[in-house]
């Protein structure tokens, strides 16, 4: 066993940070999440209700469960200089002990008297064992499991996806979730005036995840941007015909996969309050719930706006354009337009990866990806062609992502607009962004972000339809500097 086999690991126990070590190939399941070290020596987390790996730095415990980890951890010497150093060793040494039904007893020399060791459990075919870990409260109780493989799969997750097929494969790509299905991308080989816009509306995939497809696009030889009056960008390329463009993968769910937003919460990874929010500004014509007769986005003045359905979905449905004309409207079902919903967010998140790098996107926390997500919704595309302003602010989170400045890059999601009801979805993006935060960068966002919650706050209360609201932001504003926050609370503004 030599000490390259071994990761350094830094932890986040109650707001501090500890440094263990763990072997390739072992796996610490808490709560919901599986950590393991994969071959690139990085610490992969399996989400089990998203079925979503990440990559990251650093692991959050609780005090139980890093007393758990360190009693497993405890189980050998490797003799690395390290107190907590958890090997394949300590774990076959721990499966022994359950085999002499000594295991519950060594868990429970390490936990405090408050905690019981309940339905331990031994996977032998799968090197794995696991306990109950409670205190009689859910909230502060947990499943512990520890496994390892001999040989250490990248990026392992619990999901076997099936083959591909005629261009088609299920939970591969960028996403891991089964009910996924990836279209693979592609060559399409051009004709004589086709552009950019015209491949992204044919593919239904946006401009950006083109460019970033095609690194041998040069922008001023290939394509211009320019801005209209009001900011709107217009892409000007014509391509040679039988140019070779790559068009990148796309997504769709699986039929009678939606049948509900916690369904699509799933599929998508994203959390079901955020959808909740996100459902109170889209274009419906009645709050969060789906239109399912396809209509003119500008009644009442008809014939002026753009076809829409389900849940705002504007574009093509099952591969046809939308048309709001005598004769032409098309009706779904309420679980189509679930389906709709997941599609267009796997799309925005395919779109946002495209601009921040996977590796970036990859070991983002939760909770930031979610307030990213929402400006993604709230502004659109992210390259930055529809306006140059938020063109800087899209290149400062990418940045900060890439440095690992989650804070920072929460404090640049704050979108200048007239639309008076962003002013408090602003704030409340930001103190939802800051849930996986460590209290120490929560603390030093708070106060970066203090100007800018003065300044929406100030305008809020002269804004007769969200004067009602400003209560409701104090608190919340209130709550998050005591280390207490709180999601979206969208009411009468919308």
């Known amino acids: 066993m030599s000490n390259t086999d071994f990761v350094n690991v830094k932890v986040e126990i109650s707001g501090k940070i500890r440094t263990i070590k763990m072997e390739k190939g072992c796996s610490f399941d808490a709560g919901n999440k599986r950590y393991s070290i994969n071959a690139n020596g990085e610490i992969s987390i399996f989400n089990k209700t998203t079925y979503r790996t990440t990559t990251s730095e650093r692991i959050s415990m609780t005090n139980y469960q890093f007393a758990t980890f360190k009693a497993v951890a405890n189980n050998t010497d490797e003799g690395l200089g390290n107190k907590w150093t958890l090997s394949i060793a300590d774990i076959k040494s721990a ?71 005629s261009g088609k494969e299920s939970g591969n790509g960028l996403f891991s979730n089964p009910n996924i299905i990836t279209e693979k991308a592609f060559t399409h080989t051009t004709k004589a005036g086709e552009s950019i816009v015209d491949l992204a509306r044919k593919y239904e995939v946006d401009t950006y995840q083109i460019i970033a497809a095609n690194p041998q696009l040069k922008e001023g030889r290939d394509y211009k941007v320019t801005y209209s009056k009001s900011d709107l960008a217009n892409i000007k390329c014509n391509f040679k015909p039988g140019t070779k463009i790559t068009i990148p993968a796309r997504y769709k769910v699986k039929k009678g996969s939606c049948k509900n937003l916690a369904d699509v919460a799933k599929i998508t990874g994203v959390s079901e309050n955020y959808l909740k929010d996100l459902l109170t500004i889209v274009e419906t014509r009645k709050p969060g719930v789906p239109d399912l007769t396809t209509y003119d986005d500008c009644i009442p003045s008809k014939g002026k706006g753009t076809p829409t359905i389900g849940f705002g979905h504007t574009g093509r449905v099952d591969g ?45 926390p939760d909770s930031v990806k979610s307030a990213i997500l929402d400006i993604t919704y709230n502004k659109g595309i992210w390259d930055g062609f529809k306006n140059p302003h938020w063109n800087k602010y899209t290149k400062k989170i990418k940045k900060n992502l890439q440095d690992g400045h989650y804070a920072s890059a929460l404090c640049n999601t704050y979108r200048q607009s007239g639309v008076a009801s962003l002013l408090e979805r602003n ?31 100030k305008a809020m209360k002269k804004k007769k339809s969200l004067r009602a609201n400003v209560k409701l932001v104090q608190k919340a504003w209130a709550n998050a500097k005591k280390g207490i926050v709180t999601g979206y609370k969208m009411k009468s503004s919308q």
């Open 320 to 364: 046809k354009p939308l048309s709001y004309a005598p004769g032409k409207k098309i009706t779904i079902t309420k679980e189509k337009a679930y389906e709709i919903l997941a599609e267009d967010i796997l799309k925005h998140e395919a779109m946002t990866i495209a601009y921040m790098g996977k590796k970036n996107w990859q070991k983002t």
């Open 95 to 165: 499966m022994n002990k359950f085999k002499n039904n000594k295991l519950a007893k060594d868990l429970h020399e390490f936990l405090s008297n408050t905690y019981k060791v309940k339905n331990t459990k031994l996977f032998s075919t799968e090197n794995k064992f696991s306990a109950y870990i409670t205190n009689g409260n859910a909230k502060t109780s947990s499943v512990i499991a520890f496994q390892f493989s001999n040989i250490t799969p990248k990026d392992k997750t619990d999901e076997t996806a099936p083959s591909a097929s």
């Open 427 to 457: 704030i409340y993006r930001f103190i939802s962004g800051l849930k996986d935060l460590p209290p120490s960068k929560r603390k030093a966002a708070i106060k970066a972000f203090e100007p800018r919650y003065q300044k929406a706050l």
